[in-house]
């Protein structure tokens, strides 16, 4: 979710922002006390004892391959279709038996709204920011559940399934073969009703598998009919959630017939022009107003010409922590905040908001919103089998490749940033920063769909690692999901949890921003203080056993890294360390110009240091190098804002869980291996 538009007390560019530009929803308790906002919701599934741990053995089956055989055969639908359809719409996962954002059961999303909504919590209560601050409330009003007939039939698959099989409603929730039957069975009933044959050609079924997304759209279905027939020709293999091993064939030479979705009669929607996206996403113009209102003041965004005015360095990924609707809400308020892009969990569709060229409000630090364009995506970190959807990723990573393109940002975790790795621009902004996607976003599925996974890029003396966890296997234990103290379910994480010794019982290491009075980090699923994510490098600091240690905000930090089962591959690069005789050297949360470099009128920015040192013998991997550079940018009328370039050079490093900046004359810059 967008922090704060500016950087308040700590950088005079504009008065602090009042509660209605605070976050409204975040953290524990966000997915329950919003669900009632939802069309359809998943609360996290609650823990239970007989889950497995990461450190548990898995059954590892073959019973879910088989059902997708058994059910191929017995309907006539090709095997790479079934699986195909299925991994777009869950991974072949039945994710414990929760329903999806739409409503959607098991590894085929067969869609029961009408149950899933009558199961969900409803609530009606404000929720707090990142700082304690009372946010703004939702007013929400009372919902009623409506009569399954109210309910498009996109969202009550699961009983059309039921008439085809013959199969009870209860056994195609919770049981995964019968799931995947009536997925079968529906394939094949849209196949006749399309006057098609039940042909073994997976190339003959575009149509069908078009109409299995449930969107009334034209661009939307062929959009996810790509996405099917993508995975169909590269073939795929996962370990679902319960163990199950899942493989599916690549078929390289498959090409459907695409001349089928007229079939469908779905309209086409013609694209807005001032749309910036590709092809091949479904994306509408929803504007973000630029609006003037009282003391002066105005939003939601600046205008702007960039990259003309200033580079776009990085894009960053958010989470709403909200509905759909609430979120396109909010991004119409002038009062409230703005970024450049929306993402719709149900099937990956976009809404552009602000023009690239112009800087939205997003990151919470005022640095990186200059330099920065931002994607929220519809979804509750403490939840993410609900909404962080196969058509979202993808579509999400098209329209990254896109801008990584288009503005030349490179494809890695210096310039692709997750609002949770987002620096804090003073000691005093550190506790309020945000802390989405949060541990369950899948950063190495994401940058695979992105074209740029992470391998391993050196042997053992490389200096460098490549955190890169088995997303599904790596299970650390979360809490504060639902309630404070609570453990979250198990469930997969890109992210490794970093210890003061090389021991599981060792005592977390400790951020001293986030608290100063010296206590440790915790399990919380919004604690960023011990925490490593995939595709994020780090220097070696030591090895011991199945133990590696990492230079980690001033410290070194130890995570497991057992050679039989990796959780981080060998990498080199550039690093940066102090300069000789230097003991110490001061960490940024931004790169701010000297002050000689401010023009008459416009006033000078602190430079100001973290609570956090680099201190000598210790190295951290150079992401970019930068000029100081600040954006003043105060008045309605853009004329009235400068950019100001100082002669002062930074490094951003890898500091901690979050990314932080030095100053180039404070360091040396050498290369990581030994």
């Not at 906002?37 to 450190?55: C, E, K, N």
């Not at 493989?247 to 009669?265: E, H, I, K, N």
């Not at 976003?441 to 890029?457: E, I, K, V």
């Amino acid at each position: 979710m967008p922090g704060s538009g500016q950087d308040s007390a700590h950088d005079s560019n504009r008065p602090a922002p009042g509660p209605t530009r605070r976050t409204t929803l975040r953290g524990a308790g966000a997915a329950a006390s919003a669900a009632f906002l939802l069309p359809l919701v998943s609360a996290t599934p609650a823990a239970r004892a007989d889950q497995p741990r990461a450190d548990e053995p898995r059954s590892g089956g073959d019973t879910l391959q088989r059902a997708f055989a058994a059910a191929a055969a017995e309907y006539g639908v090709p095997l790479s279709v079934l699986l195909g359809v299925s991994y777009l719409q869950s991974r072949w996962d039945g994710h414990r038996g929760a329903p999806s954002v739409t409503g959607g059961y098991g590894p085929m999303h067969l869609t029961d709204a009408y149950t899933a909504l009558s199961a969900a919590p409803h609530h009606s209560q404000g929720a707090e920011d990142a700082r304690g601050d009372a946010a703004r409330p939702l007013r929400v009003p009372e919902t009623t559940v409506p009569e399954p007939r109210q309910l498009p039939a996109r969202l009550r698959t699961l009983s059309r399934a039921a008439e085809l099989t013959g199969l009870s409603a209860e056994a195609l929730r919770g049981d995964a073969a019968a799931n995947v039957r009536g997925g079968a069975a529906l394939l094949a009933a849209e196949q006749k009703r399309l006057g098609l044959p039940l042909s073994e050609d997976p190339a003959g079924w575009y149509a069908a598998v078009a109409a299995y997304s449930g969107t009334d759209d034209a661009t939307a279905a062929a959009v996810f009919a790509d996405d099917v027939y993508d995975v169909i020709r590269g073939g795929a293999t996962r370990t679902t959630g319960d163990g199950e091993r899942v493989s599916l064939d690549a078929v390289p030479g498959v090409a459907p017939d695409t001349r089928q979705l007229r079939a469908l009669g779905l309209p086409s929607r013609q694209r807005d022009p001032r749309v910036e996206a590709p092809k091949n996403v479904s994306c509408e113009w929803i504007p973000a107003p630029y609006e003037q209102f009282g003391d002066n003041d105005y939003g939601n965004h600046d205008l702007g010409d960039r990259p003309a005015s200033q580079s776009i360095d990085y894009i960053i990924i958010h989470d709403t922590e909200g509905s759909w609707d609430t979120t396109i809400k909010l991004v119409q308020d002038p009062t409230y905040v703005s970024w450049q892009y929306t993402l719709r969990s149900s099937d990956g569709h976009i809404a552009q908001h602000v023009p690239l060229k112009d800087v939205a409000w997003h990151a919470g630090n005022w640095y990186v919103n200059a330099k920065s364009i931002g994607l929220e995506h519809e979804g509750f970190l403490t939840a993410p089998d609900a909404w962080y959807t196969e058509a979202m990723y993808r579509s999400s990573a098209r329209l990254v490749r896109y801008l990584a393109k288009r503005f030349d940002i490179p494809l890695d975790r210096q310039h692709i940033l997750g609002h949770d790795n987002v620096p804090g621009t003073t000691t005093a902004t550190i506790r309020g920063m945000h802390t989405d996607p949060g541990p369950y976003w899948d950063w190495a599925h994401y940058f695979t769909l992105l074209g740029a996974p992470f391998p391993r890029t050196a042997g053992r003396f490389g200096g460098l690692v490549t955190i890169r966890p088995d997303y599904d296997a790596n299970e650390p234990l979360y809490t504060d999901c639902e309630k404070a103290g609570r453990p979250c379910a198990p469930h997969g994480s890109s992210a490794v949890r970093l210890h003061a010794a090389p021991s599981a019982d060792a005592p977390l290491v400790k951020d001293i921003g986030l608290r100063p009075d010296g206590s440790g980090s915790t399990t919380g699923v919004n604690d960023t203080g011990a925490r490593a994510t995939t595709g994020q490098q780090f220097a070696v600091a030591g090895r011991q056993g199945d133990w590696t240690a990492i230079w980690y905000l001033g410290q070194q930090a130890w995570f497991q890294n057992p050679k039989g089962r990796p959780t981080a591959v060998d990498a080199k690069g550039l690093v940066v360390t102090p300069k000789a005789g230097a003991t110490e050297v001061p960490v940024y949360g931004r790169a701010y110009p000297e002050k000689e470099a401010y023009p008459e009128g416009v006033p000078v920015q602190a430079v100001s240091p973290l609570p956090y040192k680099l201190l000598a013998g210790q190295s951290y991997p150079l992401g970019l190098r930068t000029q100081g550079e600040y954006l003043w940018a105060t008045t309605f009328d853009p004329a009235g804002h400068k950019v100001v370039r100082g002669k002062d050079t930074y490094y951003q490093i890898q500091f901690g869980h979050r990314v932080a900046f030095v100053r180039a004359a404070d360091v040396t810059v050498r290369g990581s291996g030994k």
